[in-house]
Structures are given as C-alpha cells and as structure tokens.
T-cell receptor, first 112, second 108 residues
Framework: NAGVMQNPRHLVRRRGQEARLRCSPM?????VYWYRQLPEEGLKFMVY????????ESGMPKERFSAEFPKEGPSILRIQQVVRGDSAAYFC??????????FGPGTRLTVT | KNEVEQSPQNLTAQEGEFITINCSYS?????LHWLQQHPGGGIVSLFM?????KKHGRLIATINIQEKHSSLHITASHPRDSAVYIC??????????WGAGTKLIIKP
C-alpha cells in the first residue's frame, strides 16, 4: 500500500503564473487535508476535503487559492497568480476516517 | 500562550543517549500526534495517542490526559534520529494544532 503521494516535489513558478499541486491519498482514504509551512514556521491548516466536497476551508486565503478532490483522481491545490509570499512547503495528508492523518512528502513551491 | 507547547526547542546529544521531548497542551483534545520532519524533507507520522503509551522500535510515546502532557522518548539515539519532532493535537476530527517543534541533533 503506497503512502500519500504528492507531485511535483519541487515547483518553481514566476510571479503571476499558476501553481497546481497534486495529492494522491493512500488507497482507501477518502479524507484529504492540505497544510502550508512557511519558511521557519510551523504547519498551518488550509483545507479539509472529502470526495467531491469541501468540508472546511477556513485556513485557505480568500483569493487565488482553491482546492478540489474529485471523484476520480488526485486532490488538487491550485494557486492562481502566485506571489513571492506563496513560496512555502505544501503538505497533504490523508485519512481513512477523519482521524489519524498520514502525511505526504510535500511540495516545495518557489516563486521567483 | 500557545495552546501546544514543546520543550526543549533545541536539543543536542551524543549518540547512544536517551532522549526525551515534552509536549504540554491547554485544550481538550481527541488525540495527540507525534511527527518527524527531516531537514528539507517531508513529514512522517510517528504516533497517534489518545491514552497510555505506544512503542515502535526505539521510539516510545506516552500521554497523561489528566495532566495534559505527552513525552516522546528515543532510546539508544543515533545520528539518523536528527530531525525536528513535532507534537500536534486534534481538537475535532481533523484540525490539528501544532507545536513549534523540537530540533534534535545527535552527534556521533
């Protein structure tokens, strides 16, 4: 049973471009969480999704950020018109039941 | 005051030493997590606890619900244990409240 997969592992974007981060949960897991870790800071909750539904997006910036978890395929965290302040590590976690979370390796986004 | 406090913030020890990292929290929780993050690397979930004690290899985690305190112990520490160890608590079914992390360096 493969762990949580995230890709790409490293992503470089110029200011104004779009960033798409993918998360494939563990097999059988229908709960996905996205976290952001800014340099020298701890992780911050962004959004919690179940298949085709956003359960809690209270940690998501109101503009430019969106997330989805379609019936088929990975969860996508999308950042439009990236700015330098978006540079961070983005971690995805999955859970079978909304309890214990299993983390992916993260995607390091660098905005130049 | 942070809802989850870890101590120490930094810890340097010699290979073979017994390591203890502490976590105190001030809110009601459903579970407590210990996670490990290597420099430039991803996060690995080590333990999830709601009571008692768990052991995995050289790692032991304990929790005292009444005292709102948890400890992570590493026996026979090794340089490859060098990482940041993070304590996080679950208040609802999903949102985790994170401690600031303890940076551990084990010298050979």
């Amino acid at each position: 049973n493969a762990g949580v997969m995230q890709n790409p592992r490293h992503l470089v974007r110029r200011r104004g471009q779009e960033a798409r981060l993918r998360c494939s949960p563990m097999k059988g897991h229908s709960h996905v969480y996205w976290y952001r870790q800014l340099p020298e800071e701890g992780l911050k909750f962004m959004v919690y999704l179940q298949k085709e539904n956003i359960i809690d997006e209270s940690g998501m910036p109101k503009e430019r950020f969106s997330a989805e978890f379609p019936k088929e395929g990975p969860s996508i965290l999308r950042i439009q018109q990236v700015v330098r302040g978006d540079s961070a590590a983005y971690f995805c976690a999955s859970s079978p039941s909304g309890d214990e979370q299993y983390f992916g390796p993260g995607t390091r986004l660098t905005v130049t | 005051k942070n809802e989850v406090e870890q101590s120490p913030q930094n810890l340097t020890a010699q290979e073979g030493e017994f390591i203890t990292i502490n976590c105190s929290y001030s809110v009601g929780i459903s579970a407590l997590h210990w996670l490990q993050q290597h420099p430039g690397g991803g996060i690995v979930s080590l333990f999830m606890l709601s009571s008692g004690k768990k052991k995995h290899g050289r790692l032991i985690a304990t929790i005292n619900i009444q005292e709102k305190h948890s400890s992570l112990h590493i026996t026979a520490s090794h340089p490859r244990d060098s990482a940041v160890y993070i304590c996080a608590v679950s208040r609802s079914n999903y949102q985790l409240i994170w401690g600031a992390g303890t940076k551990l360096i084990i010298k050979p």
